[in-house]
């Protein structure tokens, strides 16, 4: 028996409520599918085209997915904070449900038959009893088509027959493998100019003068010098000469310091400095409301713990630079980006140069892996500015490894400070959880372009902007501040810590890596204070049987894994928002004599929703565990008073292959549950497992990442 | 600014090269020979996304001068499969699904090229080293390392 349920056909389908918005029928026997989500390596175009092969039946392979045009593809804001297959797979899908109703009941009526006896097969309706047949691709041509829209809730089929397991490639695999899959980096146009940005050593830098004698070396080899205050570009044809020439050129030239880039240690600043103080109250949402003091309870009954984690800077750190091309004439830019932001860069650009909207086209190519705001959206806005001084020519601007590494938003330092109580019977009572930190919301915006960094040297800007607390339930700095456990009473506090020495803004899960983090391993004290299993005392606090179902499956995928020799385990869960996927981890590592971590084993149960691409979420989540290992065992953005340091990859360690544990997936398939996105739930588990496996290792909380040599060393040393 | 003249070898195609002396094999493969497969990642010999095979054996193409590798036989990533057929390494990546975003894939590819064409069934301790300097951000590593072991299974299946 088929069962049939109801879902909400999202957000995206508000704006674009058309069938033919989402599907295109143009050439023969192909489906084109247009999203408004870019894929940035988590696999969204093959994920998008199974669900739309799934309820057409047509096979994958037929099926393609635009890449983003900012003048075709429906406008799905960001591709961010874990929603594009929420959003954009939940559009396709109900676009392609509507559309074979439709389909089957012209069929119907063209060849006179009843629905249910016609044969569907690969897009063609057939009469069993004739050779009569009619097509998606007839049907698409019919007024009929243009006029089907998306209603706001739809009736759909399960689909418990059909195959979520199965193995689907992706839709890049083969040119990726080949090395012919094309990257931003890769254009090539006639006479087109390579750039590159001469920094200033920090961001607050301002250009005096430029010694002469550098224009006699720049017209020997062909290259064209840009300044504009305090901004400087070198372009030439050859991309080389125009690299070598970086270092001549900033030798060349004097700067003035107007201000130091920092005075103190961060997590001294993060402490002394003036501060946004907000009550998130459960939901999520932050209030300009008093903040109560943390409440004292008797010591008779009661058993009270503190918690402190810190947690330094970190960077996106893509493997390619930041790049972008653009071309200008006659009042029109065309511009190439690997942005998650195309849409509202086109408005941005338009408020930035003056233009109007329709004369902006942006067109989507891919960059390397990109994990929140990086320097995509700055090498925009500078390769369209580089683009109207040098018109009619194509511009490929590319950041170099230093400005990658010192000129990116990065994932801002933080600190936490938790308090909670455990009554008679081990049940937490009171929880106090604060988050101190600055914002992760700088992405640039209309009327905000200083959010640009290149902005500011145009303009010899060096102001220090101040930034307003965002209030929205599971915003930046309060994101997962709120814990998804039953705890009677709670006091959660936003602090938005001012005048914090470095740019940051959305580096993935924002403010959720830390919140989960520190939530985790102080749910992990307690359980140890109480002598309760972890898996034990979180359930005791847990009513989503959701996560408990997810908790238990962790416990079964552990305890089926032989522990490795001196092995020592750490799990920690959390649901990312407590709306999107909710994702268990638990980590084995070992500690040596001079203290390495060497990860040993590693499973993850995750549930996120109905599946779409087995997968698409087994490499997201594995992938995302694999980066937050990197930021809890080895990342740290080191700067002194006047200057970045972590300028390239000798400066910034991230992890290798010589540290990769064998990962154990397990993907629960929640048929008839909306999708939920998947790209983010697994960081915070992912810090706290490893803290909380460190901690049984060592016999004492790390408070502050990385867990490296030093900072193990330095704490337990004391 | 002086220019000179040589002829380099690559993916058993040679061409005349009109460049400065110190101009480094990755701009030559890819302005010259249009090879945009091999990558430019830190231009540091830092991160692996440039690596090549010249005479079989890796490196790192974004600093070495071009003019160091005539005569020899530069392979990049678009010269490991032949004739459009992909070598088991390539194979096994794309059955895996091991790539993400795909920009540092190229470099890990000629990588294991090289440890593959030399070692039948490499341990554990020899594909750490093979990839050490290669640098993934997007965490592909484990289904890279599955891919792996996969090839390592045919080749035991195999013998």
């Not at chain 1, 140890?528 to 962790?554: C, T, V």
């Not at chain 2, 890796?58 to 490991?80: H, Q, Y």
Request: charged share 25%; proline share 3%.
């Amino acid at each position: 028996m088929i069962n049939k349920y109801k879902i909400n056909t999202g957000a995206s389908v508000k704006d674009y409520n058309k069938v033919s918005d989402w599907l295109s029928f143009e050439i023969p026997n192909k489906i084109n599918i247009s999203s408004g989500k870019v894929d940035i390596g988590q696999h969204i175009s093959t994920t998008l085209a199974l669900i739309c092969s799934r309820e057409l039946g047509i096979d994958i392979n037929s099926i393609f997915v635009n890449k983003l045009n900012t003048d075709i593809t429906p406008n799905e804001g960001i591709t961010a904070s874990s929603l594009s297959v929420p959003n954009s797979g939940t559009a396709i899908r109900s676009a392609s449900i509507i559309f074979k109703k439709n389909f089957l009941d012209f069929a119907a009526k063209s060849l006179n038959l009843n629905i249910n006896n016609i044969n569907l097969e690969d897009g063609v309706a057939k009469d069993p009893n004739s050779n009569a047949s009619i097509s998606f691709w007839d049907f698409s041509k019919t007024e009929d088509f243009l006029k089907l829209s998306i209603p706001e809730i739809i009736e759909i089929e399960d689909q418990k027959n059909f195959d979520h397991c199965s193995h689907v490639e992706t839709k890049f695999i083969n040119s990726i493998v080949k090395g012919e899959y094309k990257f931003l980096h890769d254009l090539r146009f006639d006479d087109m100019l390579h750039a590159r940005i001469v920094r200033p050593p920090s961001y607050f830098h301002k250009f005096l003068s430029i010694n002469n004698a550098i224009h006699k070396y720049l017209k020997d080899h062909n290259l064209k010098l840009y300044i504009k205050n305090s901004f400087i570009a070198v372009l030439g044809n050859d991309e080389f000469e125009v690299i070598k020439s970086l270092n001549r050129i900033k030798n060349s030239i004097e700067w003035e310091q107007v201000n130091k880039l920092a005075n103190d240690k961060i997590f001294n600043l993060i402490d002394q400095n003036s501060k946004d103080s907000l009550i998130v109250k459960r939901g999520g949402e932050a209030f300009h409301e008093n903040i109560p003091e943390i409440k004292s309870y008797n010591k008779v009954d009661h058993k009270t713990l503190t918690s402190e984690f810190n947690k330094p800077y970190l960077m996106h750190g893509s493997i390619g630079p930041s790049a972008s091309c653009s071309f200008y004439k006659n009042g029109k830019f065309i511009i190439y980006s690997h942005s998650q932001a195309i849409y509202a860069l086109k408005s941005i650009l338009s408020n930035a140069f003056n233009l109007k909207e329709k004369n902006i086209t942006l067109h989507f190519m891919p960059g390397a892996g990109c994990y929140g705001h990086n320097g995509a959206d700055d090498v925009t806005y500078e390769a369209a500015l580089l683009s109207k001084e040098f018109q009619n020519k194509y511009i490929l601007l590319k950041w170099t490894r230093e400005d990658e590494n010192c000129w990116e938003p990065y994932g801002s330092a933080s600190k936490n400070k938790l308090t909670a109580t455990l009554d008679k019977n081990n049940k937490i009572i009171y929880w106090s959880s604060e988050a101190y930190s600055d914002t992760y919301l700088t992405r640039p915006m209309v009327g905000k372009l200083e959010y640009f960094v290149s902005r500011r040297f145009i303009n010899n800007d060096f102001k220090k902007y101040k930034v307003e607390p965002r209030t929205g339930a599971h915003m930046g700095i309060h994101r997962n501040l709120d814990p998804i456990y039953n705890f009677k009473e709670t006091r959660l506090v936003k602090n938005l810590v001012h005048d914090l020495p470095l740019r940051t803004s959305a580096l993935r899960t924002l403010g959720a890596f830390a919140n989960t983090t520190a939530t985790e391993t102080f749910m992990d004290d307690l359980c140890i204070e109480a002598n309760i299993d972890p898996f034990e005392f979180r359930i005791n606090h847990l009513d989503d049987n959701r996560a408990i179902d997810l908790l238990n499956d962790l416990k079964i995928q552990m305890e089926k894994d032989k522990p490795s020799e001196n092995g020592f385990r750490g799990i920690a869960f959390s649901r990312y928002k407590n709306s999107a996927s909710y994702c268990a981890v638990g980590v084995e590592l070992t500690v040596s004599d001079n203290v390495e971590v060497e990860l040993k084993q590693a499973w993850i149960s995750v549930d996120a929703g109905e599946v779409a691409f087995k997968e698409g979420i087994e490499a997201q989540v594995e992938g995302g565990f694999i980066q937050a290992a990197s930021w809890s065992l080895y990342e740290q953005v080191n700067f002194d008073n006047n200057e970045i340091l972590s300028k390239d990859w000798d400066g910034y360690k991230i992890i290798e292959f010589d540290n990769i544990p064998l990962i154990n997936t397990s993907v629960i398939n929640r048929v008839g549950f909306p999708y939920l996105g998947v790209g983010e739930a697994v960081a915070g588990p992912t810090g706290a497992s490893i803290s909380n496996a460190l901690k049984r290792a060592l016999g004492e909380r790390i408070k502050s990442m990385p867990f490296s040599q030093e900072n193990i060393t330095k704490q337990l040393l004391g | 600014m002086s220019k000179t003249e040589y002829i380099l070898n690559v993916n058993g195609k040679s061409k005349n090269i009109v460049s400065s002396e110190d101009k480094p094999l990755l701009y030559i493969l890819r302005d010259d020979f249009k090879l945009t497969g091999t990558k430019l990642g830190c231009g540091l010999e830092q991160c692996g996304s440039c690596a090549v095979l010249v005479d079989g054996s890796k490196i790192l193409s974004c600093n070495r001068p071009a003019i160091e590798f005539v005569d020899k036989e530069i392979t990049t990533i678009e010269g490991i499969s032949k004739n459009d057929v992909l070598n088991e390494i390539q194979q096994s990546f794309k059955e895996f699904n091991a790539a993400q975003c795909g920009y540092c894939t190229s470099g890990i590819i000629v990588s294991l090229t090289e440890l593959f064409n030399k070692k039948q069934t490499p341990g554990k301790k020899e594909i750490i080293e093979s990839l050490s300097g290669q640098l993934c951000r997007c965490g592909s590593h484990a289904s890279v390392l599955k891919a792996i072991n996969n090839v390592i299974k045919l080749r035991k299946n195999n013998d």
